[in-house]
């Protein structure tokens, strides 16, 4: 008696200190993971597109990873979102509420329907934060491909290395899980969130392409890394509140670089690290905060740049800095100009127009779309942005007109039939007259590409 | 009818005698030319041979040849004379905006060894005509003295290269003699000559990949080249930046008559036509009053030559058609400069540099001309090591700007004779990075 009752004991105590066994824990978790499908729209085509998100609230919020869309792309060319739980043939509607600078997400919202089935993954959060330990056994869920229904499987493996580059990024031995989806330790506690940006590739054995080098194959559906949980849930709140992900924070300082161990010792910046600002840009908060081209930060806050490896993550840091804070706000930089180091206070800005955020017209007799002209277009082309004036092909419609006129994408154009475009409107109107006119039988166009310009003539008929 | 045929026959004797004297006086004036060159590459200096033509023009010895052949980076010129004697020469000076080089032989040697040669004499090349017999004469792949045969296939051929001369610019001020005439490797430099053996043009270059096409310097342009450059050394030119580019059937969008006036394609940004307010789209009409016409691609090396020709730091009146008005406008030209640079060495670093140029500088949007570009690293030295790379442009060193060649020989003089660490900084693509060089 007094052994059963012992043996009885045992048995309870194990139960206490072990988790559910796998296929309960996969079958609760199975609740926070979807794929997402939408269409990208551009001028001739219209492609779907497939993404793994994961749940992160009651009201059906779900995030993916910044690669779901292709950056060129405005949010209104992303149409007919739907959410498709795992296994399941049927997608349900949702919107697209935009990205996040800081964490890069994409954000989705999915419709009513579904949301009671659905589980945040905030409920499988560990109750402290603890960063996985090296050998440690993870897993995490896998979905095939659409005609399969999404169907879930499973992946798993072991911590190979944990690593800021510069969020916390656990690396394993092999997959753990769908780039976007969670990863979970033994017990079920959600540890991170798969990186997309960690594929692996395999050379395909004994099979050559014509040129004779090796086929690699690179798995995209699966991921090897993730981003460890206090890199997720402390930013899960981050819902933008307009599909442009404003307001974006902006510093100014612009083709920032990082100096190697060897260069900071030369400097004297031992166990730090530092950057090099090649350019500031052109009314900035940097500029007006009167910083320079060449100067080398060294500290954000009075708290020096860590030195991360490799020397090419600070970069990614100090963009993080400035990312996570809102427009208005001050930034204290400590700088070396020559031998002298100086503190400069930035009032951080507001993100001049974005790409993402031109105006823009498609002329489909032309086969072009013309884009405004934006800040970003003035930094790339190394031109002066105020005074700034012309389009951008933003799209050239192969082997149409003005392809054929040799006009290419991203070509800056100045003059529309020998009359300078001063803003998006007055281009937009003169190729929208062009195009109406079907008596028309030619126009010309001035372009510029890398500095040079030359006379296209763009034939019509 | 019979009479006819004798006097036809009697003509082709004749054109045979005047060929054989003629043509054995030019053949005896073909030189092969063995030249050894440095270069400073991979960061490292590095010698190479190769083999070209040439021909002899006057009593003296000067020999005309490719500026492919024998430019400044030759360290020995060594001539094959049609007799087989060998005799060393020296660069007078060359151009390779036209792919030309003076040589001139060692004469004390040919004194001393008492060496004869003959000279050969230039034709008039405007005066070919497209099917005309031509023969081409040199030492192709190193076969000394090989004449073939071809026609004038095209007697203004326009093609511009902007690395053509080994890495440098050509083509933009002549038009070039292209012919049938076989053209191989080694041809380069030597003489496209009449059947009476009078140099009508300098073989060139030809198509790789293709059959009888042949490219060669026309005698025009030539006899121009020579005269300057034995007389001055080197070539000056005037530049005032701006492309022109062919009307082509553009004449009706401009409003303007057939044959008339000259499209300014682009305009180089700070140059002097830059800086009077000349934009591309312009229609250039005349130049210091001179109409110019610039209807075709092979017109434009003549209106070219043309600004090219005016003094360094002239005025030249351009007339301006912008829209429906025309009006002057006067540029101060500027010397022209090649986009490459001088190049060095530096052996302790592993670090093969160039000097930027004015023209460089604005091809790549610099601010200006400061700095050398990185043009070869040799694997384990310490340019290598600290991670330049080919395509950096160092713009300073120790803090000081790199603002000519001499400058960062100086501080690789400091560092041979006392190794301590150098700061580079240096730009790729506009990202500016700093750099460590150690011993």
């Not at chain 1, 330990?133 to 992946?155: C, H, Q, S």
């Not at chain 2, 140029?357 to 340019?383: E, K, Y």
């Not at chain 2, 060649?405 to 580079?424: C, D, F, Q, S, W």
Request: hydrophobic content about 45%; charged content about 20%; overall charge neutral.
């Amino acid at each position: 008696m007094n052994y059963r009752r012992l043996f009885l004991l045992f048995i309870l105590t194990c139960a206490a200190g072990r988790a559910a066994d796998l296929p309960t824990l996969w079958a609760e978790r199975l609740k926070s993971v979807v794929a997402v499908e939408f269409y990208t729209e551009t001028e001739t085509e219209r492609r779907p597109t497939v993404s793994y998100g994961t749940v992160i609230d009651r009201n059906g919020t779900i995030i993916l990873p910044s690669i779901a869309v292709n950056p060129r792309m405005t949010p209104d060319q992303l149409k007919e979102f739907r959410v498709y739980r795992p296994g399941s043939s049927t997608g349900v509607p949702a919107v697209y509420l935009g990205q996040d600078a800081l964490t890069g997400w994409h954000f989705v919202r999915v419709a009513e329907s579904i949301r009671s089935e659905l589980t945040p993954i905030t409920v499988f959060a560990a109750k402290q934060d603890v960063e996985p330990a090296m050998a440690e056994e993870v897993w995490g869920i896998g979905l095939r491909n659409k005609d399969e229904d999404f169907t879930p499987y499973l992946l798993g493996s072991r911590i190979a290395l944990v690593q800021s580059l510069p969020q916390r990024t656990a690396i394993a031995l092999q997959e753990v899980a769908g780039p976007g989806l969670p990863v979970f330790n033994r017990a079920g506690e959600f540890i991170g969130l798969a990186s997309s940006s960690f594929g692996q590739s395999f050379v395909q054995f004994s099979r050559m392409d014509r040129s004779g080098t090796p086929v690699i194959l690179v798995n995209v559906e699966e991921s090897s890394a993730f981003q460890v949980a206090t890199e997720v849930l402390p930013y899960l709140g981050r819902v933008p509140t307009n599909v442009f992900g404003r307001p974006l924070a902006w510093l100014g300082a612009d083709g920032l670089q990082p100096v190697d161990p060897e260069v900071a010792k030369f400097l004297h910046l031992e166990s730090q690290s530092a950057v090099v600002v090649s350019d500031v840009l052109e009314d900035s908060p940097a500029e007006k905060a009167g910083m320079k081209a060449r100067d080398i930060i060294l500290a954000i806050d009075g708290k020096p740049l860590p030195r991360l490896k490799p020397d090419r993550v600070v970069v990614g840091y100090l963009d993080r800095e400035v990312e996570r804070r809102a427009p208005g706000s001050p930034m204290t930089l400590t700088v070396l100009r020559g031998e002298q180091k100086q503190e400069l206070t930035v009032m951080l800005g507001d993100e001049p127009r974005l790409m993402s955020e031109a105006a823009r017209k498609y002329f489909d007799r032309i086969g072009l779309t013309a884009r405004e002209f934006v800040y970003g277009d003035a930094v790339g082309l190394r031109v002066k942005a105020k005074g700034a004036t012309g389009v951008i092909a933003h799209f050239v419609k192969p082997n149409g007109p003005a392809s054929v006129a040799g006009l290419r994408t991203d070509d800056w154009i100045k003059e529309i039939d020998g009359v300078e475009v001063t803003t998006f409107a007055a281009a937009a109107q003169k190729l929208g007259e062009i195009e109406a006119d079907l008596q028309r039988a030619e126009f010309v166009m001035l372009v510029s590409r890398g500095g040079e310009t030359a006379v296209l003539r763009v034939k019509l008929k | 009818m019979l009479k006819f045929a004798v006097l036809g026959l009697a003509f082709a004797v004749s054109a045979q005698a005047a060929m054989t004297k003629g043509f054995n006086q030019l053949f005896d004036a073909v030189v092969r030319i063995d030249v050894r060159e440095v270069a400073f590459e991979d960061g490292a200096k590095r010698f190479s041979a190769s083999i070209g033509s040439g021909v002899i023009l006057s009593a003296d010895g000067l020999i005309l040849t490719n500026a492919h052949v024998a430019s400044p980076r030759a360290v020995e010129l060594s001539v094959t004379l049609a007799s087989l004697e060998r005799v060393s020469a020296k660069l007078v000076g060359w151009d390779h905006w036209t792919d030309l080089a003076v040589l001139q032989l060692d004469q004390a040697e040919i004194k001393r060894r008492g060496l004869k040669f003959t000279h050969a004499e230039f034709g008039d090349s405007n005066r070919l005509f497209v099917g005309q017999t031509v023969y081409a004469v040199g030492t192709p792949f190193g076969l000394t003295r090989t004449a073939t045969r071809g026609i004038i296939s095209n007697n203004n051929r326009y093609f511009e290269d902007s690395n053509g001369v080994n890495g440098y610019e050509t083509g933009a001020f002549n038009t070039w003699l292209q012919t049938d005439a076989a053209i191989n490797p080694g041809n380069s430099g030597g003489p496209l000559v009449t059947e009476d053996g009078k140099v009508i043009g300098i073989s060139s270059r030809g198509y790789l990949g293709a059959n009888n096409l042949g490219f060669a310097i026309p005698a025009s342009t030539a006899m121009r080249v020579v005269q300057a450059l034995v007389h001055d050394g080197v070539i000056t030119r005037s530049y005032i930046g701006i492309v022109p580019s062919a009307l082509q059937d553009l004449e009706s969008f401009y409003a303007l008559a057939l044959n008339t006036g000259v499209l300014v394609g682009s305009v180089d940004p700070g140059s002097p036509a830059a800086r009077v307010g000349l934009r591309a789209g312009d229609i250039l009409l005349a130049i210091n009053g001179a109409k110019v016409d610039g209807r075709f691609p092979e017109q434009l090396p003549p209106i070219q030559n043309l600004i090219a020709s005016a003094p360094i730091g002239s005025p030249i009146t351009l007339t301006i058609k912008r829209g429906p008005q025309t009006s002057d406008y006067t540029v101060v030209t500027e010397k022209l400069e090649s986009r490459v640079g001088e190049e060095w060495v530096l052996e302790k670093w592993g670090l093969s540099v160039r000097k930027v140029s004015r023209t460089f500088a604005r091809v790549n949007q610099l601010d200006d001309s400061t700095g050398v570009l990185v043009i070869g690293v040799q694997p384990g030295f310490p340019a290598d090591v600290a991670g330049l790379s080919r395509g950096d442009i160092i713009t300073k060193i120790n803090q000081q700007p790199v603002a000519s060649l001499e400058m960062i020989k100086g501080i690789h003089a400091t560092y041979v004779a006392k190794p301590e660490p150098v700061l580079v900084e240096a730009q790729r693509n506009h990202q500016v990075s700093l750099y460590v060089l150690k011993p």
